[in-house]
């Protein structure tokens, strides 16, 4: 991937967005946004420490912890009323380490049965995208982290996540 800085203010290493360090590199938490210039849009990153391995493209809930350095890690998706930042990894992380998330712009994301201009959200323990009530999804509501862009049938599709989305985490 091709990025450049939006905020010439943080000193951060751009090819580091794809790739995990068992080193702590960067403030856990940092949020920082990147116009992505293979994509024609502006991506967000937050940098957290991964609580699992984590897949390309799998859904990840980030949350706070008081657990030493792990300011912000990544946790399987739990139930939650709103307020969830949902990330994904643009390659694959091993458990334990730290890394960049990708929370906003355009995702390469793993989904459900999905159509161009579903709302599509994450479910309790997902480890996809679904469609956000059923096919055809064109409203948004609480649950929506984006609109899917490309169709898909249980493997990959491009999601538009609005950069700083909060949402609901439905049970089902």
């Avoid at 994509?39 to 991964?50: H, L």
């Amino acid at each position: 991937m091709t990025y450049r800085t939006l905020n010439n203010m943080q000193a951060i290493d751009l090819d580091s967005l794809d790739s995990g360090s068992a080193t702590r590199q960067y403030p856990l938490g940092t949020v920082i946004g990147v116009n992505d210039t293979s994509k024609g849009s502006e991506s967000q990153f937050v940098y957290c420490k991964a609580h699992a391995a984590l897949g390309i493209g799998v859904p990840f809930q980030v949350v706070s912890s008081s657990g030493g350095n792990a300011e912000a890690v990544t946790l399987v998706p739990i139930a939650q009323a709103s307020g969830a930042m949902i990330g994904f990894a643009t390659t694959a992380i091993t458990s334990g380490h730290f890394c960049w998330l990708q929370i906003g712009g355009i995702i390469n994301a793993a989904t459900g049965t999905v159509a161009v201009g579903d709302h599509v959200q994450l479910l309790v323990a997902g480890v996809s995208l679904v469609v956000d009530g059923s096919t055809g999804s064109t409203v948004e509501t609480a649950d929506s982290i984006g609109t899917a862009r490309t169709v898909d049938s249980g493997g990959f599709a491009s999601i538009s996540v609005v950069p700083t989305r909060r949402v609901a985490i439905a049970a089902a």
